[in-house]
């Protein structure tokens, strides 16, 4: 990611489609916006990608490393992007992980209400490891959060199962 993302991206994380089920929900202004990418683009564990399709960027992903190369990721689409931009990628940024970066794990939050990205994550090979109930408040309610996760031995046997 780039400035020159910087607007595309947050009209996406802006989108109320996309917003929903961000943890946090408000709607981001460009000067927020900006004061977060210079601190993450700075910060040498965290990735910030956009993923391209068709010579076309599609979506974003946050991948945060922490000490034994294991990583959190939080991705969104494009809301105009075809069917099918999400599982491409997931499986580009599953290949980064593992493959360039090296990494022993992945994983993700879900917020329990977040049913797409649940089963998104299930579809891509990630296991459920747990529910941390009531784990976040939105400002009016709390919601239980579903933990994800994927280790390069999983990802590397989906890959010989998928050849």
Not at 7 to 29: G, Q
């Amino acid at each position: 990611m780039t400035e020159w993302d910087l607007e595309s991206v947050l009209a996406w994380r802006n989108h109320p489609e996309v917003r929903r089920f961000m943890f946090s929900r408000h709607e981001i202004e460009l000067q927020e916006h900006k004061a977060w990418f210079e601190k993450a683009s700075k910060q040498a564990n965290r990735y910030l990608l956009v993923f391209e399709q068709d010579a076309q960027a599609r979506g974003f992903v946050n991948l945060a490393v922490a000490s034994g190369s294991i990583a959190e990721w939080g991705f969104y689409t494009d809301p105009s992007s075809p069917k099918g931009t999400g599982k491409a990628l997931g499986n580009q940024l599953l290949s980064y992980a593992f493959g360039e970066l090296k990494l022993h794990k992945l994983v993700g939050q879900v917020l329990a209400y977040n049913e797409r990205s649940r089963n998104f994550h299930l579809r891509l090979g990630f296991q459920q490891e747990g529910i941390l109930r009531q784990q976040h408040f939105d400002g009016e309610q709390y919601h239980d959060v579903y933990s994800y996760g994927m280790l390069a031995s999983e990802w590397q046997q989906l890959q010989g199962e998928n050849q």
